[in-house]
């Protein structure tokens, strides 16, 4: 069964790093373009960052120049490097990956919080 698990989240002070991981199992990343996206209480999930299957990455201007998305293909994982964080990045953070074919996963979710 194909599924993404994160992990790396936790609590951070302000202008702190944090280094997310998703992997995946059951499936191989190599030919899914991939994204993170949040989530905060009270509010729509929004899309943070994507890397394509050639390694092109996009990032939302909420986190341009403090997050920094990548994947290994033969660890078969993405990341979200996340520094500089600020209160208004604490959320639910997911990992979503997507073919080209429109298989669509998501993993469970790793919280992140940014408070002193």
């Known amino acids: 069964q194909a599924q993404l698990v994160e992990s790396g989240g936790g609590l951070v002070q302000p202008g702190g790093s944090l280094r997310l991981s998703c992997t995946a199992s059951?499936?191989?990343?190599?030919?899914?373009?991939i994204a993170w996206l949040r989530q905060a209480p009270g509010k729509q999930r929004e899309w943070v960052a994507g890397?394509?299957?050639?390694?092109?990455?996009y990032y939302a201007d909420s986190v341009k120049g403090r997050f920094t998305v990548s994947r290994d293909n033969a660890k078969n994982t993405m990341y979200l490097q996340m520094n500089s964080l600020k209160p208004e990045d604490a959320a639910v953070y997911y990992c979503?990956?997507?073919?080209?074919?429109?298989?669509?996963?998501w993993g469970e979710g790793t919280r992140v919080t940014v408070s002193s």
């Open positions: 890397i394509t299957s050639i390694g092109r990455t």
């Open positions: 979503n990956a997507i073919s080209i074919g429109g298989m669509n996963y």
């Open positions: 059951g499936l191989s990343l190599d030919n899914y373009a």
